[in-house]
DNA sequence: CCATTAAATTCAA
DNA sequence: TTGAATTTAATGG
């Protein structure tokens, strides 16, 4: 094999050296899973793969926008930097999602920040050759459009969780939101997050999701080992917040 | 908010 | 694998 390079994943201790789409594992891309209905091949050649590693930001607020990225491995966290330098987490994405997407129509420079969580690999397609796949391809583009649905119902539903509810319930609405999306792994949530990520996800401060945290262990409904934290039984704190929850996921 | 201490992670030998 | 160095958590002012 010539010419490829070969990365190591520091969690996986896998080695990745194929990188084009016709060999992806990963089924929730929307790119893989329209491949056979996609004709222009250029749009697939011209992809771009960059790794990061932790703590990497490959997204900088005010850049311009030249195109999307697609999480091909890892985990990210989108952010937006507020008035007083201070971090609102706009959400955490994994494989198979699409980053910088807002930027897609319109607008000219990114609103958001991106930094990886864990070492990632990138998948980045131009602004270009995304528009010519989606508007020759029907199936790709609805796809999209369901994307952006869900991401704008989970938007709209986050102003409401940060405008009505208390910090106690938007700590826990954070843990469930981790807990749906990244799942539990030997008893702990599987993603470790600092006391200030949760914090810049639910709107407080790190102080007081460390005292929501207290409270919360005190009650045996959560146990902490550092930065993992586990949900012995999810159901009583779903029903803590659940005259919130008129919606759902993701 | 800041300062202090305890605890946990990382890193390199 | 260990422990020293660094980062992060927890508490109280």
Same mark, same amino acid.
């Given at each position: ?19 084009? +789409?016709?060999? +992806? ?9 329209n ?23 490959f ?18 966290k ?27 129509g ?16 990138? +998948?980045?397609?131009?602004k270009?050759?995304?528009q010519?796949?989606?508007l ?14 869900n ?17 106690r ?11 749906r999306?990244f ?56 029903n ?11």
């Amino acid at each position: 094999m010539p010419n490829t390079t070969n990365i190591l994943l520091k969690n996986s201790r896998k080695v990745i050296t194929d990188f084009s +789409c016709a060999s +992806c594992m990963n089924e929730d891309c929307l790119i893989k899973k329209n491949l056979n209905n996609i004709t222009n091949s250029a749009f697939v050649e011209n992809k771009k793969t960059l790794k990061c590693k932790k703590g990497q930001q490959f997204i900088i607020e005010g850049a311009p926008v030249n195109g999307l990225f697609f999480i091909l491995k890892g985990t990210v966290k989108v952010f937006r930097t507020g008035i007083n330098g201070r971090e609102q987490i706009v959400r955490f994405a994994k494989e198979g999602e699409i980053i910088g997407h807002r930027g897609f129509g319109t607008e000219e420079y990114y609103s958001i920040g991106a930094i990886a969580l864990k070492d990632t690999v990138l +998948c980045y397609i131009s602004k270009k050759d995304l528009q010519e796949a989606l508007l020759e391809n029907p199936k790709f583009g609805y796809d999209m459009m369901l994307f952006y649905a869900n991401e704008l119902n989970r938007s709209e539903s986050k102003v409401k969780s940060i405008s009505q509810m208390t910090v106690r319930e938007r700590v826990i609405d954070t843990l469930l939101y981790i807990s749906r999306k990244f799942g539990d792994l030997n008893g702990f949530l599987n993603l470790p997050l600092s006391r200030k990520e949760y914090a810049d996800y639910a709107g407080t401060t790190e102080e007081q999701v460390i005292r929501v945290f207290s409270m919360l262990k005190k009650e045996e409904l959560i146990s902490a080992k550092g930065k993992k934290i586990g949900i012995p039984d999810i159901q009583v704190l779903k029903n803590e917040i659940s005259e919130h929850n008129y919606y759902l996921d993701t």
